[in-house]
């Protein structure tokens, strides 16, 4: 059973800068794909960056150039966010697929294993 625990939001103000951690435990296949998936209020879950275990990584528009995902070695997860706007107020959600995929995506469906979320909120 992959667990997976997210942390590191909180309340910032618009140009401020978060980094989001996700803890990974349990059998990951060697092969996967993790990302950070983020849902405001009324709108859809979105995904915002994802990172294969080759270490490709997929950017949402909104969000390239100002955040980083990156993986360690022991499969924990990161989002550094900076240059952060009020858009970018959310739950943040970290994610797991059960195996590979042939390139990195930020499609809901193709994660099976998801994280609490953890909540970013920036003021202007």
């Known amino acids: 059973q992959v667990q997976l625990v997210a942390s590191g939001g909180g309340s910032v103000q618009a140009g401020g800068s978060l980094n989001l951690s996700c803890s990974a435990s349990?059998?990951?296949?060697?092969?996967?794909?993790m990302g950070w998936f983020r849902q405001a209020p009324g709108k859809e879950r979105e995904g915002v960056a994802s990172?294969?275990?080759?270490?490709?990584t997929t950017y949402a528009d909104s969000v390239e150039g100002r955040f980083t995902i990156s993986l360690d070695n022991a499969k924990n997860l990161y989002l550094q966010m900076n240059s952060l706007k009020p858009e970018d107020t959310a739950v943040y959600y970290c994610?797991?697929?059960?195996?590979?995929?042939?390139?990195?995506?930020?499609?809901?469906?193709?994660?099976?294993?998801w994280g609490q979320g953890t909540q970013v909120t920036v003021s202007s």
């Open positions: 990172i294969d275990s080759d270490g490709r």
């Open positions: 994610a797991a697929t059960a195996g590979p995929l042939a390139i990195p995506t930020r499609s809901p469906e193709a994660f099976a294993y």
């Open positions: 349990g059998y990951i296949y060697n092969d996967y794909c």
